[in-house]
């Protein structure tokens, strides 16, 4: 069965122990925004609150995870409570921005989305679409704009 992309932005692709525990990490974000569910965000050194990522952002990556518990804790702008996936090797499906090659390292795009590296900070690497690259016997593919894509979280 196919799945929408909208349906895998921010789902944990492996929900280990390390991906949703040791892999999450709780902070702020201002009252008045709310941030997307599978959506880079960076927290800016210096400032202490996670926002939604855009090209040229500068400091530690983190993604927005699908969670089924804690409704309301990223995505209400009442809330200051913010709940991100930072893990160093931990896999989330987020949006590809651009054409990405399989294996590319990626970097913050405008909107919480993801294109390319060519400077500036590493958010990850692209490992393919779902089903790809997962052992099940499909290698990725490249990506495009709007797909739906696996990063793993980390640096070089």
Known sequence: MAK?????????????????????????KATTTTLATGRVVVLPLGT???TTGTSGSSGRAGVIPKLYFGKGVNDTAASTKAVVLTGEGAEVYVEAGGTIRKGDRVAFEDSGKVKAWTTGIVVGHYVGHYGEASGAGEPPTDAITGEAIRIRLGGN
């Open 4 to 28: 929408a992309a909208a349906d895998l932005f921010g789902v944990v692709a492996y929900p280990s122990i390390f991906d949703l525990d040791r892999a999450l990490e709780e902070g702020s």
């Open 48 to 50: 202490g609150t996670w």
